[in-house]
């Protein structure tokens, strides 16, 4: 990665995805050998579940409520029922009801939505799904750095060795926090991180209008990535805004005729609540959690921190929301006034920059939803120029984000559980880089990257990131 040498490079490269999984595996192993009982859980805990098809009911519970609110014509708006009169935390638009729809469509008896009471087969329609987009993400990782690095003039190196780089970064997939949480939470985030990562590899190649469907799959299930929209057209971007702006406006008018005008206008309620609340529990990887978390020292009843609360939300801050409200805007900002680089063809740095942007902005940013860090770890491991210092960076953020490092927990009582958002600080490193030009390519270093035939020819010192 980043090395001038082309003859060596495809071993080397490969040598160092594998030493990259054997050090987060090292990171695990210390974690369980030395932590206390209670805080030795490691991600390898999560990638055993997947692998065995165990996954719970965090999207799937609260969805097939708020389905089963719809389908029964109950009176009442569907958020002002489930969501504020129940307090059933079901949080996605009306439109995200069509996921649990469509897998009941096809077989409701193997349909998860109360893992406790759930009597089908294993694995079920929910896990078979989860499986698709957690092998979806690998295979468009991989794709993404076999395509970088041929961009970069780096050979294949043969079938043995592009064998090992794909195995190897299945294998970091399947021990990548975010990724394998989602999974075994049950949640449609693993949807999400799936349509992302091929979305980055259709923007990478040239296919913006494809890039511009997927995101719109993920904005009828997340609608704040919409601000993708706004990025795109600020950059003339036509395909990608036709193609999602199309998709979304479909897709929402076809809601609205299925499950009503009232209650889409409803979920503006929900946002509006949580917007200005956000969570205190640890898991939220967000500036509103920092936040939060500190005032938990003082009131911890109130915003409760390493114990799960299903009907509580912290109560409304006004230092929180202010906080919480300059830091997105200053997040956001920065992505959407980030200046184009001769060291960008393709926009592909600019696009991970406001998706990442997108994710950490949120005042709610689960830890879950960081599984769209691991195909951005994968471009900028790729562009990653012939600096150590850089190079270093970025795998220490990598093993931040690819670990679930219990023991931060202990710091919960004080002002130092800041220390529990070390996967906020990793996305955060990563953001830097992202908005950061290497030092190597500002001075002309490296080798020219051919763009794919989409694209015009690249100036000369310019290089293109998959």
Same mark, same amino acid.
């Given at each position: ?26 990171? @695990? ?53 489930? =969501? ?15 996921? $649990? ?9 193997? &349909? ?12 079920? +329609? ?39 780089? &794909? ?20 949640? +449609? ?83 509006? =609540? ?56 200053? +997040?956001?900002?920065?992505? $959407?006034?980030? *200046? ?6 393709? *926009?592909?740095?600019? =696009?991970?920059?406001?998706?990442? @942007? ?45 670990? =679930? ?42 080798? *020219? ?18």
């Amino acid at each position: 990665m980043g090395l001038r040498n082309p003859s060596p490079a495809p071993a080397r490269i490969a040598i160092g995805l594998v030493l990259l999984l054997l050090g987060s595996l090292a990171v @695990s192993g210390a974690i369980w050998l030395a932590a206390p009982a209670q805080y030795n859980e490691t991600v390898l805990r999560h990638t055993w579940d997947v692998l065995r098809a165990e996954s719970g009911d965090d999207s799937w519970d609260p969805s097939g409520h708020a389905l089963a609110h719809v389908r029964s014509r109950a009176a009442g708006p569907l958020y002002a029922t489930v =969501f504020f009169k129940h307090g059933v935390r079901y949080q996605y638009p009306p439109s995200a009801l069509f996921a $649990l729809a469509a897998m009941q469509w096809i077989e409701p008896a193997r &349909v998860v939505v109360d893992d406790q009471a759930y009597k089908g087969s294993r694995p079920a +329609i929910n896990d078979l799904a989860g499986w698709f987009f957690l092998l979806l993400t690998a295979a468009a990782c991989a794709a993404l750095l076999e395509i970088g690095l041929r961009r970069r003039g780096i050979p294949c190196g043969g079938t043995a060795l592009l064998a090992l780089r &794909v195995a190897a970064v299945f294998a970091l997939t399947l021990t990548f926090y975010p990724v394998v949480k989602a999974f075994t939470l049950g949640q +449609i985030q693993t949807w999400v991180n799936g349509a992302f990562a091929l979305a980055l590899l259709c923007w990478a190649t040239g296919r913006k209008a494809a890039c511009g469907l997927l995101v719109a799959f993920v904005c009828l299930i997340k609608p704040h990535y919409g601000l993708l929209l706004l990025w795109a057209a600020l950059r003339c971007e036509w395909r990608f805004v036709h193609a999602c702006g199309g998709a979304i406006a479909a897709g929402v008018a076809v809601s609205i005729a299925v499950l009503g005008w009232e209650n889409h206008v409803d979920y503006l309620r929900v946002l509006s =609540f949580l917007s200005e609340r956000g969570e205190s529990y640890y898991p939220n990887q967000s500036i509103n959690g920092v936040l939060n978390r500190l005032m938990s020292v003082s009131s911890p009843q109130d915003y409760n921190n390493v114990y799960w609360r299903e009907a509580h939300f912290p109560p409304f801050t006004p230092l929180v929301y202010a906080g919480t409200l300059a830091s997105s805007l200053l +997040i956001l900002g920065a992505a $959407l006034a980030r *200046r184009r680089r001769d060291n960008d063809e393709g *926009r592909v740095l600019d =696009f991970c920059t406001m998706v990442l @942007s997108l994710t950490i902005a949120s005042p709610i940013a689960w830890e879950h939803h960081y599984g769209v860090l691991l195909p951005i770890f994968a471009v900028l491991f790729v562009r990653s120029p012939a600096d150590n210092s850089r190079l270093a960076w970025l795998v220490l953020f990598y093993l931040l984000a690819a670990n =679930f490092i219990q023991a931060a927990n202990a710091l919960a009582p004080t002002v130092l559980n800041v220390g529990q958002s070390y996967l906020l600080a990793a996305a955060l490193g990563a953001l830097v880089l992202l908005h950061l030009r290497p030092a190597a390519l500002a001075a002309g270093q490296g080798a *020219r990257e051919p763009a794919p035939a989409s694209m015009a020819a690249i100036p000369a010192g310019a290089r293109t990131a998959a």
